[in-house]
C-alpha cells in the first residue's frame, strides 16, 4: 500500500506562487512515474504534470507549460509542483498520484494511487 500526502495549498493573489509538495510511503518510490492532477469545482479531474521516475522526463498540460515545474527528489520520497504566474483559473484542488508504471502517463486511469488533495486558490 502507498500513502501519498500533499501540502502547501493555500490563498494567493494571481500572478504569485505556490509550491506544492508530496510525500510518498509504502512501496518503492523510484521506480514509478508521479504526476499531479487538479479539479475544479464542477469541473472533471484534469492532468497538470507528471515526471518519469529518472527525472529527465517531464511532461506538462498546455494550460501551464512555461508556468509549473514538476520535479522529484528520490532518495526523500517526493515530488514537488512549483507554479509561478499564478491564474484564477487555476484555482482546483490539486492530488499527487503515482502510477502503475514507469513511463510518463497524462491518464487517470494510469495512475494507481492518489492522495487526499490540497485546495490552491487564486484570487483576481
Known amino acids: 500500500q502507498v500513502q501519498l500526502v500533499e501540502s502547501g495549498g493555500g490563498l494567493v493573489q494571481a500572478g504569485g506562487s505556490l509550491r506544492l509538495s508530496c510525500v510518498a510511503s509504502?512501496?518503492?518510490?523510484?521506480?514509478?512515474?508521479m504526476g499531479w492532477f487538479r479539479q475544479a469545482p464542477g469541473k472533471s479531474r484534469e492532468f497538470v504534470a507528471a515526471?518519469?521516475?529518472?527525472?529527465?522526463?517531464?511532461y506538462y498540460a498546455d494550460s501551464v507549460k512555461g508556468r509549473f515545474t514538476i520535479s522529484r527528489d528520490n532518495a526523500m520520497n517526493t515530488v514537488d509542483l512549483q507554479m509561478n504566474s499564478l491564474k484564477p483559473e487555476d484555482t482546483a484542488v490539486y492530488y499527487c498520484?503515482?502510477?502503475?508504471?514507469?513511463?510518463?502517463?497524462?491518464?487517470?486511469?494510469?495512475?494507481?494511487?492518489w492522495g487526499r488533495g490540497t485546495q490552491v486558490t487564486v484570487s483576481s
Open positions: 509504502g512501496r518503492t518510490f523510484t521506480v514509478y512515474a
Open positions: 498520484a503515482q502510477a502503475y508504471g514507469s513511463v510518463l502517463a497524462t491518464r487517470s486511469s494510469e495512475y494507481r494511487y
Open positions: 515526471i518519469r521516475w529518472s527525472s529527465s522526463d517531464t
